[in-house]
C-alpha cells in the first residue's frame, strides 16, 4: 500500500500564489507516475498535472498549462506550484499515484489523498 498525504492548500487572492505538497509513504517502489486532480463544488474531479517518477514528464490539463508546474524530489514528495491563480481554480485538490505511466483518467490511479482546499477569492 502507498499512503499520500497532502498539505499547503488555502484562501488566496486572485493573482496570487500556492504551493501544494503531497508526500507518500509505505511502497513507494511501486509507483510509476503521481498525479493531481481537482473537484469543484457540483463538478466532477478533473485532471490538473501528471509527472512520471522515472524520467521526470509532466503533463498539464489546458486550463492551468502555463500557470501550474508540477514536479517531484528525491524523497518521494510532489508538488504542485500553482501561480496567477483564478476564482475557477478553486476546488478541493487531490494528489494521486499509479503503479502504470502518468495517465490523465481519475480511474486509473490507485492511491489517493485526503484532499486539500484551495480557494481563491477574486
Known amino acids: 500500500q502507498v499512503q499520500l498525504v497532502e498539505s499547503g492548500g488555502g484562501l488566496v487572492q486572485a493573482g496570487g500564489s500556492l504551493r501544494l505538497s503531497c508526500a507518500a509513504s509505505?511502497?513507494?517502489?511501486?509507483?510509476?507516475?503521481m498525479g493531481w486532480f481537482r473537484q469543484a463544488p457540483g463538478k466532477e474531479r478533473e485532471f490538473v498535472a501528471a509527472i512520471s517518477w522515472s524520467n521526470g514528464n509532466t503533463f498539464y490539463a489546458d486550463s492551468v498549462k502555463g500557470r501550474f508546474t508540477i514536479s517531484r524530489d528525491n524523497k518521494n514528495t510532489v508538488y504542485l506550484q500553482m501561480n496567477s491563480l483564478k476564482p475557477e481554480d478553486t476546488a478541493v485538490y487531490y494528489c494521486?499515484?499509479?503503479?502504470?505511466?502518468?495517465?490523465?483518467?481519475?480511474?486509473?490511479?490507485?492511491?489517493w489523498g485526503q484532499g486539500t482546499q484551495v480557494t481563491v477569492s477574486s
Open positions: 494521486a499515484a499509479r503503479t502504470g505511466f502518468p495517465s490523465n483518467y481519475d480511474v486509473e490511479y490507485d492511491y
Open positions: 509505505g511502497r513507494t517502489f511501486s509507483i510509476y507516475a
